[in-house]
């Protein structure tokens, strides 16, 4: 495994982070089993991945638990655990949102669902328009003074927000963000438009979400054939609105470098984000261990420029998306 710096910060992280939406109940594409999720915790764990991203929403709260139970005997100090907060935790008034009490309410929450003493990066999960930035960012600075949070970090927002957010920061004297999360990949790059150039000025760290677009990335659609059942795209739309003529065009030259390099087209699509000098670590979704061990694989495959210009060639970036105005 390899690692690196989150952002400007000394955290070390692995260049790849387990991402543990998939570890609950609430969805039939997740893994819907609780043992098979530890067992591949332990996996990616043994394999060298210190860097777990949840939220408090996903399975409303029981993927946090999932992480907790896989992370009890394991050395603490070595992991860097992520969660997020935003979404509801449940019908009524303050059960959402950015408010100071939401946000350290629903710390605690995580906090016991981890079964951990501190989150190493508590992030906010979307940008809210009725609570005052500067309200969530004392929240989360609140944290950070009582030892409850290490780092801080956001998703998910238009550059301007980022940047007023990180302003406020600077000016009120709170926890600054340490990393965004984007959903980015080689065919949804609309974040270069957006948010990686306010990362890369700032020396906030990148951890993309989505980095196989759902699936689409991993070459197991093809054209004007049906979609496999048991698929994401076969319960919803966030993979299928990605079957369009640039993207699978996009996906024909991962392919071809794939069959070049005798890797798969998952791999070349990881190894272009982790080619991305503005990228720390993809947040990689697998609900199997061969697909674990296929992510982890990525490491070990290199492009060249010409790889990479073939790759992007056929989309240009623009914010915002279309089908995400």
Not at 9 to 36: K, P
Not at 168 to 175: F, M, Q, R, S
Not at 208 to 220: E, I, V, Y
Not at 257 to 278: F, R
Request: include cysteine.
């Amino acid at each position: 495994m390899e690692y690196t710096y989150l952002g400007d910060t000394g955290l070390e992280v692995s260049r790849l982070c387990l991402g543990c939406m998939n570890f609950g109940s609430s969805a039939e594409w997740m893994m819907n089993d609780r043992q098979a999720s530890l067992d591949l915790l332990d996996s990616a764990l043994d394999a060298g991945i210190n860097f777990l991203d949840t939220a408090n929403a996903y399975s409303r709260g029981e993927s946090e638990e999932i992480v907790g139970e896989a992370i009890a005997e394991r050395d603490r100090e070595k992991l860097a655990i992520a969660t997020k907060v935003y979404f509801p935790m449940g019908d009524g008034p303050n059960k959402s949102g950015l408010s100071r009490k939401h946000i350290i309410d629903q710390a605690h929450a995580s906090l016991d669902r981890l079964g951990t003493d501190y989150i190493d990066l508590y992030q906010i999960h979307r940008w809210d328009d009725g609570v005052p930035i500067e309200e969530a960012l004392s929240a989360l600075d609140h944290l950070v003074e009582e030892g409850l949070v290490r780092y801080v970090g956001a998703s998910t927002m238009s550059s301007y927000q980022f940047t007023k957010a990180l302003y406020t920061a600077d000016v009120e004297n709170l926890e600054r963000f340490a990393c965004m999360q984007p959903e980015y990949n080689a065919v949804d790059r609309h974040e270069e438009a957006n948010l990686l150039p306010v990362c890369e000025g700032e020396g906030v760290g990148v951890v993309p979400w989505s980095p196989l677009a759902g699936g689409f990335l991993t070459g197991k659609y093809e054209r004007d054939a049906e979609v496999p059942a048991g698929t994401r795209a076969n319960s919803d739309e966030y993979t299928s609105n990605r079957f369009t003529d640039e993207n699978w065009a996009v996906l024909d030259a991962i392919r071809a470098i794939a069959d070049e390099k005798g890797a798969t087209p998952a791999q070349v699509s990881l190894a272009w984000l982790l080619h991305k000098p503005v990228v720390d670590a993809p947040i990689i979704g697998p609900r199997r261990l061969d697909h674990l061990e296929e992510n982890v694989g990525a490491l070990d495959v290199a492009l060249s420029d010409d790889d990479i210009e073939r790759i992007e060639a056929p989309k240009t970036p623009r914010w915002p998306a279309p089908g995400k105005d």
